[in-house]
């Protein structure tokens, strides 16, 4: 089975950037299949565009643009690329970032597909930095980094031992229904519990209230369909549930603290436009899968 080092992913990668102990890629798929293999560092995995579908020794994921899914440094998978083209963005974690960042405690968790909608934003505002590429770049991009491993980390910690049925639920039901906006008598309806229950209790197992969960999983959902440039800012506003382009605009602006139309235009810049400051990071050269 092979190995894959620093930096090295099956495909065409257009742009890798080093910072201290991180390796970013922008990789285009261009694999039909992809036998067992493993990596030399722990990292995340998001689809930019596209679909991929990942095996590994529990699971098989069919991961659309929008998915995040992490890894362990040496968990086994192999991928299979559907027609049409995919791109994946690559954040590997050197074992001193892991150590400096988390004492090791997110490396032992294996392979996992992350949901969360505010860390899948967090991850769209690293890309969105990376292709900024300013002098505060890798400032910015370590910074949102370690905060989404935190988060992921005290997700994992905060939740009880024994979760009730109502939160995997609550989660599969807003996550299969993002433009829907929900009443809190009709979603604790459908959950049959009370309403009451439902808001209070939400928070302790998702670190936010109920109503910042759906406004953060509407965002990121619109964020996936930024980067299809045959939908105007108008059909994603509607396709995400928001009442007009206005109001998109407001809550994009709240969750990504930039305008919609300003992050599209940063998101879907691609191949190398540009390179960190040395003092941050260093641009290497493309890498043909």
Known sequence: MQQLTTGQFYGQTTRLVQLDNLTLTDTAYTHEYVDWHYHENAYFTFILAGNVVEGNKKE???CPAGTLLYHHWQEAHYNRKPPGFTRGLHIELAPAWLT????GGLA???????????IKTT??????ELQLSDETSPLAIQALLSDAVQRLLGSRQRAPAAVP???GQVRDLLHDTPAQNWTLPELAHALHIHPAHLSRSFPTYFACTLGQYVRTLKV?????????RRLSLQDIAFACGFFDQSHFGRCFKAVMADRPARCRKLLLRGGPAGTLPPAGGRLLS???G
């Open 286 to 288: 493309p890498q043909p």
């Open 220 to 228: 990121e959902r619109a964020l996936t369909l930024l980067l299809d």
């Open 123 to 128: 991850i769209y505002r690293i890309f969105r």
């Open 108 to 118: 032992a968790q294996g392979s996992l597909q992350v949901r969360d909608p505010a």
């Open 60 to 62: 098989v994921l069919h």
């Open 100 to 103: 400096d960042f988390t004492s």
């Open 165 to 167: 049925p109502w939160v």
